[in-house]
């Protein structure tokens, strides 16, 4: 299994972002898939999930009506875009199948 996000760096309050998250190894089309990122100094915070067919997400709190999650099956890759972004979403952002297995993370940084 492996696990390659990208998007992250650097944006003003306000800016957007799209992650992304390259999947191998394994039949991405069979896995519900995640978002979860971690803040310096923080421990780990879910932000999203998304069923194998797409067709369902949810969203922390703090990600509702910001974040939108999506995958390509086709493509193997999963997405994150993130608008309106705020300083607090400054975090390693990570791509998470099933708890147990993590990307490398990609940082966002939302700062002026």
């Known amino acids: 299994v492996q696990l390659v996000e990208s998007g992250g760096g650097m944006v003003q309050p306000g800016g957007s972002l799209r992650l992304s998250c390259a999947a191998s190894?394994?039949?991405?089309?069979?896995?519900?898939m995640n978002w979860v990122r971690q803040a310096p100094g923080k421990g780990p915070e879910w932000v999203s999930s998304?069923?194998?067919?797409?067709?369902?997400?949810d969203y922390a709190n703090s990600a509702k009506g910001r974040f939108t999650v999506s995958r390509d099956n086709a493509k193997n890759t999963l997405y994150l875009q993130m608008n309106n972004l705020k300083p607090e979403d400054t975090a390693l952002y990570y791509c998470?199948?099933?708890?147990?297995?993590w990307g490398e993370g990609t940082l966002v940084t939302v700062s002026q």
């Open positions: 998470v199948r099933g708890g147990w297995y």
């Open positions: 190894g394994f039949t991405f089309s069979s896995y519900d």
């Open positions: 998304i069923s194998t067919g797409g067709s369902m997400s």
